[in-house]
């Protein structure tokens, strides 16, 4: 009988944790703290697939993680250009920024170039221009 | 005889080509990577324009005041070559007035045209009533200075500038340094 009751526990928390919210998921419409509206996204993979735009010649340098948070009314964003290649890389990115009506919330930014070491990390960061700017993407093109 | 003639014929060639040169006039992006030389260009003030305008945004003096008024200062150029500091210092007050959080009050260098611009107004040509008053013009409560300094090496066939630019927002009543910021660029170029 206790081991009854012990399985009927251990299934009860079983299926409570199967209902938690999954982290970086806990608003509708956000994924980790991004805006995503009705895009499915349910990975960092799917974020960053959603929020990237290879612009020009194609970068080896790719996204690999995003993160967005909110700093007063603007939008503040931290996404993570990986280098796997054994040589130095150089390219340019830039934000691109979408109001609430899907149109440009700010002129077109300019390039930002910035060179990644072989093998590394580069962790780019950003706040919205103005708090009409509900949503963003990150453009990348090789300069190489 | 022959080789003098062909390299009299080669010279005339070359001269005539050289003439007819075609000359091209393309529009290009303004916003592109400009790398023509590593002297102070366009892609520099833009980057440092963008990133302290979105830094100071962030500042919270001026996220949760209530649009406060700031006045420009000079931007000294500490730097080894001429540098339009005020086409930065422009180009931060576009991007942050466009932003909608801060205003501007009129700097030293467009004082001179706003007081005549009164005056004219006061004169006996305008009608009294819808005439600009003197003595109401607004005082900024914070003013906003820096500077940007260079590090420029050189050897054979490599040379490497550093920029840096330094701003800073002091509270005129105070003289409370309120929010600081830099931005470095690195450029190297080098020859063959």
Do not use: H
Not at chain 2, 109 to 115: D, E
Not at chain 2, 132 to 151: F, K, P, T, W
């Amino acid at each position: 009988m206790k081991n009854w009751k012990w399985m009927v526990t251990a299934a009860a928390l079983a299926a409570l944790a199967g209902c938690a919210t999954k982290k970086g998921f806990e608003v509708p419409g956000y994924a980790f703290g991004c805006p995503v509206g009705d895009t499915k996204v349910s990975s960092m993979d799917d974020l960053v697939k959603a929020k990237t735009v290879n612009e020009g010649r194609r970068s080896t340098v790719q996204a690999t993680e995003m993160r967005c948070a909110r700093t007063g009314d603007l939008l503040k964003i931290d996404a993570n250009l990986n280098n796997d290649s054994k040589s130095v890389k150089r390219m340019s990115y830039k934000f691109r920024w979408i109001d609430r009506e899907g149109m440009r919330a700010w002129e077109e930014e300019s390039w930002k170039p910035v060179m990644l070491y072989d093998n590394s990390n580069l962790m780019i960061n950003t706040v919205s221009p103005t708090n009409k700017a509900v949503d963003f993407r990150l453009i990348l093109r090789s300069d190489e | 005889m022959k080789p003098a003639r062909t390299l009299a014929l080669a010279v005339i060639v070359s001269a005539a080509l050289a003439g007819c040169a075609k000359e091209t006039t393309r529009y290009g992006d303004s916003r592109g990577v400009e790398t023509v030389t590593n002297q102070f260009g366009s892609t520099d003030l833009q980057l440092m324009a963008e990133s302290m305008a979105r830094s100071m945004n962030q500042a919270p003096i001026i996220a949760s005041a209530n649009l406060p008024i700031v006045t420009v200062q000079e931007v000294r150029n500490k730097t080894s070559e001429y540098i339009d500091t005020r086409a930065i210092t422009d180009s931060i007050r576009s991007e942050l007035q466009k932003g909608g959080k801060v205003r501007f009050a009129v700097d030293q260098a467009a004082m001179n045209q706003q007081v005549e611009e009164l005056k004219r107004q006061q004169s006996d040509l305008y009608a009294k009533d819808s005439a600009a008053e003197m003595g109401r013009m607004v005082g900024a409560q914070y003013r906003l200075e820096g500077n940007i300094v260079s590090i420029v090496k050189q050897v054979k066939d490599t040379k490497d500038v550093y920029y840096k630019l330094n701003l800073q927002l002091w509270n005129i009543r105070n003289g409370l340094l309120e929010w600081s910021d830099e931005k470095e660029i690195r450029k190297t170029t080098t020859r063959g």
